[in-house]
C-alpha cells in the first residue's frame, strides 16, 4: 500500500474525490463522476445487482465506512492511479494528491541523485586507487 | 467536507452538488444591464450536471435528494437564470456584448447555451422521477413545493422560445451541435410536462405556448422583409425554426392540447413560408 494513502488518507482522497463532482472544471467534473459511478460498481462487483451496488456502496462510501465494503489496497490503488492520471493531464485543481505526488517525486528525485553520486565518488575513488 | 461524511443525512447529497464555501452555489444580485458573470454560470453548470449524474446513475431518488430541511438553492437559481435571459432578450441592443471582443461573447453564448441543456436535462430526470406510488413526484405536495421557485411564467415562455425561435436563444442553425442536443432534450421535455405537471401548472404551460403561436401567426416581419435580398438567409432560418417547432409539437401530447385556432393560424402560416422557400423542404 502506498504510504502516503494509508490511515486516514483514505477519508481524504474520498473528500477530495467528491468536491470535484460538481467542479466548474467540465473535465474535472467528468473524471470525478466517471470515477466514484465505477467505484461503486467495482467496490462489491460479482456480489450483487449492479444496482444495489451502486446504491448500497456509495452510501457506505460516504458514511466513511468504506474499510467494511471494500479491499483498501485496491481501492486505494485505483484512486491514486486515477488521481495520478488527473494530475498528469493538468486537469487536477485540488491540492492534496498533487503535494503528495510532488513530494513524492521530489523524494525520488533526491535518491536518485544521492545514489548516482555515491557510485561515482565510489567508482572515481576506486578507480583512482587502482591508477595508482 | 469532513463532516459531509461524518453526515448521514440526505443533505450530504444536497452539498456536494450544490458545494461548499467558496464553490457553492448562491444566488447573486446584478446591476441594470449587467450580464450573468461566467464563474457564476460554469458553477451553476456543475451543479446541475452532479444532480443529473446522481439520478441518472441512481445514487439517490429525487424524492430522496430533496427530502431535507436544508433549502436546496439550485430551482432558485435555475429561475434567476430564465428570468435573467428573458430579460436580457427584450431590452436587448444591436450590441449585445459591449464589453467583450466577438471570441468572448461567442465564449459565453455557448456557455448560456449548455446551461439550458442542462436545465433541460435535470428537469427531464426530475419529470421521469415517482414517488410512494403517484406517477410523478410534482403531485406530491412536498416535492411541489420545494420546486415552486423554479416553475413559472419565464421556465414555461423559455421552453416555447426553444421550441418555436431557438435563434433567439443562440440556438441558431450555425450551432448545429448545441442544437440537435437541445432539440433531443427539448423533445422529451414537452412530452412528459403534459402528462407530469400539476393542472395548474399544466394551464400555466399552455398559456405561454399559446400566446407564442398567436405571436407568430400574426408577425408579418417575415413577409415584409422577404423582398430585401439580405433578409432572405434569415427568412429561411426562420422557416427551418419554426418547421422544427412544429414537428416536436406534433409528437407530442402538448399539441392535441393547445388551442386549435391559434395552431391552425400558425400552421397556415409555416405553409405560406414553406411555399416562398420551398427548396429547403425542411419537413420532407
Redesign the interface.
Known amino acids: 500500500m502506498p504510504s502516503e494513502f494509508k490511515g486516514s488518507l483514505l477519508?481524504n482522497a474520498?473528500?477530495?474525490l467528491?468536491?470535484k463532482?460538481?467542479?466548474?472544471?467540465?473535465p474535472v467534473?467528468s473524471v470525478c463522476?466517471q470515477l466514484v459511478?465505477n467505484l461503486?460498481v467495482w467496490a462489491i462487483e460479482g456480489i450483487i445487482s449492479h444496482?444495489v451496488a451502486?446504491?448500497l456502496c456509495?452510501n457506505i462510501l460516504?458514511?466513511?465506512q468504506a474499510h467494511f465494503c471494500i479491499d483498501h489496497v485496491i481501492f486505494i490503488s485505483i484512486l491514486r492511479e486515477k488521481f495520478y492520471k488527473i494530475k498528469d493531464n493538468k486537469l487536477a485543481d485540488a491540492a492534496t494528491p498533487t503535494i503528495n505526488f510532488q513530494f513524492f517525486s521530489f523524494k525520488l528525485l533526491t535518491y536518485l541523485l544521492l545514489i548516482f553520486f555515491r557510485s561515482h565518488w565510489i567508482t572515481k575513488g576506486c578507480g583512482s586507487y587502482f591508477e595508482e | 467536507m469532513a463532516a459531509i461524511l461524518k453526515s448521514k443525512n440526505s443533505d450530504t447529497y444536497l452539498k456536494i452538488c450544490e458545494g461548499t464555501d467558496n464553490h457553492a452555489l448562491k444566488e447573486i444580485q446584478l446591476q441594470p444591464n449587467e450580464d450573468i458573470p461566467s464563474v457564476w454560470l460554469n458553477t451553476l453548470l456543475g451543479s446541475l450536471d452532479c444532480f443529473v449524474w446522481l439520478l441518472n446513475d441512481k445514487f439517490v431518488s429525487a424524492m430522496t435528494l430533496f427530502s431535507v430541511d436544508y433549502t436546496p438553492v439550485i430551482f432558485k437559481a435555475v429561475r434567476f437564470f430564465c428570468d435573467t435571459t428573458l430579460a436580457r432578450l427584450d431590452t436587448m441592443d444591436t450590441d449585445e456584448y459591449p464589453n467583450l471582443t466577438i471570441r468572448e461573447a461567442e465564449q459565453l453564448e455557448a456557455l448560456k447555451c449548455q446551461v439550458v441543456i442542462s436545465i433541460l436535462r435535470f428537469l427531464n430526470k426530475l419529470l421521469e422521477a415517482e414517488f410512494e406510488g403517484l406517477d410523478s413526484a410534482f403531485l406530491h405536495p412536498r416535492m411541489a413545493a420545494l420546486v415552486k421557485p423554479m416553475w413559472g411564467k419565464c421556465l414555461w415562455k423559455m421552453l416555447s422560445l426553444l421550441t418555436l425561435e431557438p435563434a433567439t436563444l443562440a440556438f441558431s442553425l450555425r450551432n448545429r451541435l448545441l442544437r440537435e442536443q437541445m432539440l433531443k432534450q427539448l423533445r422529451t421535455c414537452l412530452q412528459l410536462l403534459p402528462q407530469k405537471l400539476p393542472v395548474s401548472e399544466k394551464s400555466k404551460l399552455l398559456a405561454a405556448f399559446n400566446q407564442s403561436l398567436a405571436e407568430h401567426a400574426n408577425d408579418t416581419a417575415y413577409f415584409q422583409n422577404i423582398s430585401s435580398a439580405s433578409m432572405q438567409d434569415e427568412v429561411k432560418a426562420g422557416t427551418i425554426d419554426y418547421a422544427d417547432g412544429f414537428l416536436i409539437l406534433r409528437e407530442t401530447q402538448l399539441c392535441q392540447q393547445l388551442d386549435e385556432v391559434k395552431f391552425f393560424s400558425f400552421l397556415t402560416k409555416l405553409c405560406i413560408m414553406y411555399n416562398l422557400s420551398a427548396e429547403l423542404a425542411p419537413w420532407s
Open positions: 477519508k474520498i473528500e477530495w467528491l468536491t463532482c460538481s467542479s466548474r472544471i467540465e467534473r463522476q459511478s461503486a444496482l451502486q446504491r456509495i460516504w458514511n466513511d
